[in-house]
C-alpha cells in the first residue's frame, strides 16, 4: 500500500524526467536571466570603454535593482512555465494518468519550483558577479558580499544606535528583519503563490495571479485596519499625549506592552506568519494537484 | 474486468451520460460507437481517471480510476484525440516516460514505428498531425498495458497508415488485454473490434459481439428491398438491409447499417439483446 503513495526509487526516476522537464522548459530562460547582470556589465564596459576610453560596468545601486528585478520575474514567472501546462487539456492529462502518484509528482513539483529555479538562479547570478567583481576592479562590492556581510546593508549605523543606546535591544531586533536568511520563507512562498495561480487560472496565469493577490491584500487590508484603528486608539492617544523626545524603552515597554513585545519578536513573528502563510500554499497546491480533472 | 454501474456525469447542468451500466470482458476489441455528444470521449476520461464520476461507480480490476493510483495507472493507457506535440524527438520522449510503465518496451516502440514508416529521431513538435498520432499509438501499444482506452484513433491517419494501425493493433496487443476504441470511421475498424457498444444519450443501446448481432440480425445485401427489414439504404449496385434473423443464416456485419439500425429501433434492439447491464 505504502508504493501507492511513496515510492523512492520511482520518484526518483520521476523527479530526473521532471528536472529535464524543467531544464527544457526554462532552461534557457533561466541562463538569460541569471546572466543577466553579466551580460549588461559587458555591454555598458563595452560602451564605456569606446567612447571614453575607460571600463565602467555596472555601477553599484543599478547592479542591486537588476539583480531584486530579474529575481522577481524569475520567481514570478517560473511556476507557469513550468508546470502551467497542467490546466492544459492534452499535456495536462499525460501529467495526471504517468504511473507515479500524485505525491510524488507534487513533491518532485514543490521541490523544483521553490528549491531548484531559485537555488539555480541565485548561485549562478551571484557567482557570474562574484567573478566580474574579482576581474573587474570597477565593480566594487560584490551582491553577495553587499547582502550577507555588507555594514552599508545595515540601516541603523553606528552613529544613530549610539544615539539611541536605550533603545538598542528594539534595534537589535529590528536588525533582524535585514537578515537575508529571513527572506528564504519569502521566496518559497512567492514561488508558492504563482505556482498555486498556474495551476488555477487556463491564461494569463501571471497576470491573474498578481491581480489576485493585489485584491486579496486590498481585503486584508479592509478587513486589518479597522480592527488595529480601534484597538489601538488608545494607545495611540497615550503616545499621543507624552513628550516622545523624553520617553525610554523601559517606559514604552510598560506602557505598551503589546506593541513592544511585537517589537521584540519580529523576526519570529515573520517567520511564523511566513511559514503558516506556506503551508496554506502548499496544501491548496496540493488539493488542486489531486483534484485536477479533464 | 471493467464494471460500470449507474454511471452519471454531467457538465453543469449538461447532463452527459446517465444510469449506464455495461461490463467490458479481458482480452476484446470494443468498438465505441455514438452520435456526437453522447459522451464516448466522457466515458473514455471517466475510465482512465480523468474525472470524477457524478454517480455509480466504476470498478477496473478493484480500482477506482478517479484514484490514479500509480500501480492502476501503469496497467492502462488513455489515447486522446488529441495529443501534446513534445519538444523532444520521440524516441527520447519513449524512454523518458515508458520508464513509468512497468511492461514498457522500447524496441516493440521502434518496431511499431518502424511498421508506421515514422522516424524515431524526429522532434515531436516538427511532426505532422498524422505522424505524431502513429507516435502516439506506438507508444500506447508499446506500453503493454492490460487496458487501452484510444478515442478516435485513426483521425488524421492516411489511407495506408489505418492498415499499418490495424495490422500493429492486432500484431502487438496481447491477448488478455481490453482495448475500448472510440470511433467514427467505423470502416477503418470494420475488421477490428468486436463486440460492439452504441452508446445513446444516457443509454447503452447495444453491446453485443458480432456473433450475437448475428444470430439476431441479418445483414442483406441484395437489389430489392424487404418490406420487413428493419433499416435499409441504397448502395452502388443494389442495398444493404438489415432483417431480424428468424432463419439462423449467417451474414457480415455492416457497422453502418447496424448503427443506423439500433437508432431506427432502440426499444427493440435493447429488447432484443437484452441490454447486458452490469
Not at chain 1, 106 to 123: D, E, G, K
Not at chain 1, 172 to 178: A, D, Y
Not at chain 1, 248 to 260: D, L
Not at chain 2, 226 to 245: H, R, T
Request: hydrophobic share 45%.
Amino acid at each position: 500500500m505504502e508504493t501507492e503513495v511513496f515510492n523512492l526509487n520511482r520518484f526518483w526516476r520521476y523527479f530526473k524526467s521532471d528536472f529535464d522537464a524543467f531544464i527544457s522548459r526554462y532552461g534557457i530562460t533561466l541562463l538569460v536571466m541569471s546572466t543577466l547582470g553579466l551580460s549588461l556589465d559587458l555591454i555598458l564596459g563595452l560602451f564605456s570603454l569606446t567612447s571614453t576610453g575607460t571600463w565602467q560596468g555596472l555601477i553599484g545601486p543599478m547592479r542591486g535593482a537588476l539583480f531584486f528585478g530579474t529575481s522577481a520575474m524569475v520567481l514570478i514567472g517560473s511556476p507557469a512555465k513550468l508546470y502551467g501546462y497542467l490546466t492544459d487539456k492534452k499535456e495536462g492529462s499525460a501529467f495526471l494518468l504517468l504511473p507515479v502518484s500524485t505525491f510524488e509528482k507534487y513533491i518532485s513539483m514543490i521541490l523544483i519550483t521553490c528549491i531548484v529555479v531559485p537555488l539555480m538562479f541565485f548561485m549562478i547570478y551571484f557567482g557570474l558577479d562574484v567573478m566580474v567583481c574579482m576581474i573587474d576592479p570597477t565593480c566594487g562590492t560584490s551582491l553577495f558580499s553587499f547582502i550577507f556581510y555588507s555594514d552599508d546593508f545595515n540601516l541603523f549605523n553606528d552613529e544613530t544606535a549610539m544615539a539611541m543606546t536605550e533603545w538598542n535591544e528594539f534595534i537589535e531586533h529590528f536588525k533582524v528583519l535585514l537578515n537575508p536568511a529571513l527572506y528564504i520563507d519569502d521566496i518559497i512562498g512567492t514561488s508558492l503563490m504563482f505556482l498555486l495561480g498556474a495551476l488555477i487560472f487556463k491564461t494569463s496565469k501571471t497576470g491573474k495571479t498578481l491581480g489576485c493577490i493585489i485584491l486579496i491584500s486590498i481585503a486584508i487590508q479592509i478587513v486589518i485596519t479597522p480592527i488595529l484603528a480601534i484597538t489601538g486608539l488608545s494607545a495611540i492617544r497615550d503616545l499621543g499625549s507624552m513628550d516622545l523626545s523624553q520617553l525610554t524603552a523601559e517606559q514604552f515597554k510598560t506602557s505598551f506592552p503589546f506593541y513592544s513585545w511585537v517589537g521584540l519578536h519580529l523576526g519570529l513573528i515573520d517567520t511564523l506568519s511566513d511559514m503558516f502563510v506556506n503551508c496554506l500554499l502548499l496544501f491548496f497546491v496540493w488539493f488542486r494537484v489531486k483534484r485536477i480533472k479533464h | 474486468m471493467i464494471k460500470i454501474k449507474d454511471l452519471a456525469f454531467s457538465y453543469g447542468d449538461l447532463e452527459v451520460l446517465k444510469e449506464i451500466s455495461m461490463k467490458l470482458e479481458e482480452g476484446r476489441i470494443y468498438g465505441l460507437l455514438g452520435e456526437n455528444g453522447v459522451g464516448k470521449t466522457t466515458l473514455l476520461t471517466l475510465l482512465a481517471g480523468l474525472k470524477k464520476t457524478n454517480y455509480g461507480s466504476i470498478d477496473i480490476d478493484g480500482f477506482n480510476p478517479y484514484e490514479r493510483k500509480p500501480s492502476f495507472l501503469s496497467e492502462i493507457y488513455y489515447l486522446s484525440d488529441e495529443v501534446p506535440a513534445i519538444k523532444m524527438t520521440a524516441i527520447a520522449f519513449a524512454s523518458d516516460r515508458g520508464q513509468f510503465w512497468t511492461n514498457f518496451d522500447l524496441k516493440k516502440f521502434r518496431e511499431i514505428m518502424n511498421l508506421f514508416e515514422n522516424d524515431v529521431e524526429m522532434r515531436m513538435d516538427r511532426m505532422s498531425y498524422g505522424q505524431l498520432k502513429k507516435t502516439y499509438i506506438s507508444f500506447a501499444l508499446a506500453c503493454n498495458t492490460k487496458y487501452l482506452f484510444m478515442d478516435e484513433p485513426t483521425n488524421g491517419l492516411d489511407i495506408p497508415s489505418k492498415a499499418q494501425f490495424r495490422k500493429a493493433v492486432l500484431k502487438f496487443t496481447s491477448e488478455h488485454s481490453t482495448l475500448l476504441i472510440s470511433t467514427h470511421q467505423v470502416r477503418d475498424l470494420e475488421a477490428l473490434i468486436d463486440p460492439i457498444i452504441i452508446l445513446d444519450h444516457r443509454d447503452v443501446l447495444l453491446n453485443a459481439s458480432l456473433s450475437e448481432i448475428t444470430e439476431k440480425l441479418y445483414f442483406d445485401y441484395s437489389t430489392t428491398v424487404d418490406p420487413d427489414a428493419l433499416y435499409s439504404e441504397l448502395i452502388p449496385g443494389g442495398c444493404i438491409q438489415v432483417l431480424k434473423n428468424d432463419t439462423g443464416m449467417e451474414s457480415k456485419v455492416n457497422i453502418e447499417a447496424l448503427f443506423n439500425t439500433v437508432h431506427k429501433h432502440k426499444e427493440l434492439i435493447k429488447d432484443m439483446f437484452n441490454n447486458k447491464k452490469a
